[in-house]
């Protein structure tokens, strides 16, 4: 079974730029997530998909940071301008729905520095 | 206060101990237990999943939650130099929808 995928692995950018992450997931799952992993601390949710549908986003900084999950499949998550504070690494993460299975896969993650 | 608090470590064992990971919760709402596991550079990988109270026993790893002192445990038996990784705890409320809340990782080394 293919994993959760993101891209790049790795970002490097100025401040006030902006930067796209994409993510695919899992073939069949329905549930998509975005976190940010600050170093040194534990993933935090960033937004939340059934499908191409917003479940959560109540923790993402939305005068810079927009996700869209077209056509219930593949994810951008987009930073725009960029500040110091969002370096950080973002995960994609992806699941099954619904209260039996709650195992929520990661991909790799994008690293993103912004100087 | 967080809502999940774990000490960062890092903690340092030789080969073949006994490891003791733990968290503390402040909701109590949360009913699902899940330890994660990230090695450097990589996202976190599901270990261990728990609804409610209890024991659960994987192999060498063994999950507890009491829900009265609400505080989770994470036990690795015969530890390995390839266990070392930094260990998650997290954490979520029954419903339909799944959001876990992460702890900030235990660093755990396990020296040959």
């Known amino acids: 079974e293919a994993g959760v995928a993101q891209s790049p692995r790795y970002k490097i950018i100025e401040k006030r730029q902006s930067v796209a992450f994409w993510c695919n997931p899992i073939?069949?799952?329905?549930?998509l997530y975005w976190y940010q992993q600050i170093l040194g601390q534990g993933p935090k949710l960033l937004i939340q998909?059934?499908?191409?549908?917003?479940?959560?986003d109540s923790q993402l900084p939305k005068d810079r940071f927009s996700a869209e999950r077209l056509k219930g499949v593949d994810s951008t998550l987009k930073i725009q301008p960029a500040k110091l504070e969002d370096s950080a690494v973002y995960l994609c993460?992806?699941?099954?729905?619904?209260?039996?299975?709650?195992?929520?896969?990661f991909g790799q993650g994008t690293r993103l520095t912004v100087v | 206060q967080k809502e999940v608090e774990q000490d960062p470590g890092p903690l340092s064992v030789p080969e073949g101990a006994i490891v003791s990971l733990n968290c503390t919760y402040s909701?109590?709402?949360?009913?699902?237990f899940m330890w994660y596991r990230q090695y450097s550079r990589k996202g976190p990988e599901l270990l261990m999943y728990?609804?409610?109270?209890g024991n659960k026993e994987d192999g060498r790893f063994t999950a507890q939650v009491d829900k009265s002192s609400k505080y989770i445990s994470l036990f690795i038996r015969d530890s390995q130099p390839s266990d070392s990784a930094t260990y998650l705890c997290?954490?979520?409320?029954?419903?339909?929808?799944?959001?876990?809340?992460f702890g900030r990782g235990t660093s755990l080394i396990v020296h040959p």
């Open positions: 993460a992806s699941s099954f729905f619904g209260s039996r299975d709650r195992e929520a896969f």
């Open positions: 073939s069949g799952h329905a549930t």
């Open positions: 998909f059934q499908n191409n549908g917003v479940v959560d």
């Open positions: 909701n109590s709402a949360f009913q699902y």
């Open positions: 728990t609804y409610s109270s």
């Open positions: 997290a954490m979520s409320a029954e419903g339909g929808s799944y959001i876990p809340t």
